[in-house]
């Protein structure tokens, strides 16, 4: 949803959120930015060569929260939607081939969870090119909204 000036002019988005049609919430007033420097940090993030994480797929930019939005009321009052995204660092045991020999592989994903006015929350964990996806799809939504924030642009030319 396009966040307008008083003249009508598109400069930032809001998210709406909706669950098998209908309206689940409202959250991220102006978040657009926050998105758009979130993908830049996920393909910069998969393209660099990390020891710790040899998959690309494990490879997030920061170390927990990528993102919280919340809706706000004009006087201030908290409600009506939460989506947050936070990282989390997964143990998983691969077994040895010959016997009990084996080893833990560490792998990261991104626990995206939404949670609707009344309470009902939902989840989904992806990688960081499921994260890429998901986050470049509502940029290019928006397109037209976002004015100079659109992911291509550097940190640098904002």
């Given at each position: 949803m396009a966040c307008r000036d008083s003249v009508g002019t598109p400069y930032e988005i809001t998210l709406e959120l909706h669950r098998d049609?209908?309206?689940y919430g409202t959250v991220g007033e102006r978040c657009g930015w926050i998105l758009s420097r979130?993908?830049?940090?996920?393909?910069e993030a998969r393209a660099g060569h990390e020891a710790r994480?040899?998959?690309?797929?494990?490879?997030f930019p920061g170390d927990a929260e990528?993102?919280?939005?919340?809706?706000?009321?004009?006087?201030g009052v908290v409600g009506g939607g939460e989506l947050r995204c936070q990282?989390?660092?997964?143990?998983?045991?691969?077994?040895?081939?010959?016997g009990?020999?084996?080893?833990?592989?560490?792998?990261?994903?991104?626990?995206l969870?939404?949670?609707g006015g009344g309470g009902v929350g939902m989840r989904a964990v992806l990688t960081s090119a499921e994260l890429g996806v998901f986050v470049e799809d509502i940029i290019t939504e928006a397109e037209g909204c976002l004015g100079p924030y659109k992911p291509g642009k550097s940190a640098r030319s904002l």
């Open positions: 049609g209908a309206l979130l993908a830049r940090g996920v393909a994480w040899p998959d690309p797929d494990d490879r990528l993102f919280a939005f919340r809706y706000r009321a004009r006087n990282l989390r660092t997964i143990p998983i045991w691969v077994p040895g081939r010959r009990p020999a084996g080893a833990w592989r560490l792998t990261r994903r991104a626990f969870e939404a949670w």
